[in-house]
């Protein structure tokens, strides 16, 4: 992670991907689209702010296989 802070919020650009994509993607598609907006964005962070999201009922995450999920956002 930078000693700076991001301009976005990792939630906020995570939101905008999902939109992009029609509401549906896979972990690594999610992964290297972040990477591209922002380069400190980490695998952790990510992971753990999938986790809050979808704690907090803005997103569901499906198991695809072993290492590959889904994640889809919520309908309203």
């Known amino acids: 992670m930078s000693k700076y802070w991001s301009p976005q919020p990792i939630h906020t650009l995570i939101y905008e991907v999902l939109e992009k994509k029609q509401g549906n993607i896979t972990d690594t598609d999610l992964y290297k689209a972040l ?37 889809e956002l919520s309908k309203k």
């Open 35 to 71: 990477s591209g907006l922002d380069s400190s964005v980490s695998l952790n962070d990510m992971n753990t702010t999938l986790m809050k999201m979808e704690v907090d009922g803005l997103i569901h995450v499906y198991s695809l296989t072993k290492n590959k999920n889904r994640i």
